[in-house]
């Protein structure tokens, strides 16, 4: 038998009581993730598509309460070249 989900329920903001995040541990898989990894798509015709992904030497994170005022890359930039532009430049 299925349980149905009605859409009143998918509306709501709260969480199903069925999912259960006690012993979750946040960010357990992020070190996994700085290395190469592949993830496997299967498709409903019963094929698989293997994709790999590989880190990016130029990544560079943020931290939160610095990510907090750059909501995407164009505005990190944009605030890095205003702040190259105030370096005096050096004459080799």
Do not use: C
Not at 33 to 42: G, M, N
Not at 48 to 60: A, G
């Amino acid at each position: 038998m299925h349980n149905l989900i009605h859409s009143s329920v998918i509306d709501s903001d709260e969480m199903l009581s069925a999912y259960d995040f006690i012993g979750g541990v946040r960010g357990k898989h992020a070190q996994a993730l700085r290395e190469a990894y592949s993830v496997t798509v299967y498709h409903t015709d019963g094929t698989s598509t293997v994709k790999e992904f590989t880190p990016q030497d130029d990544l560079i994170k943020l931290e939160p309460d610095v990510q907090s005022y750059f909501p995407d890359a164009e505005s990190v930039n944009r605030a890095l070249r205003g702040l190259i532009a105030l370096i005096p430049q050096q004459v080799e």
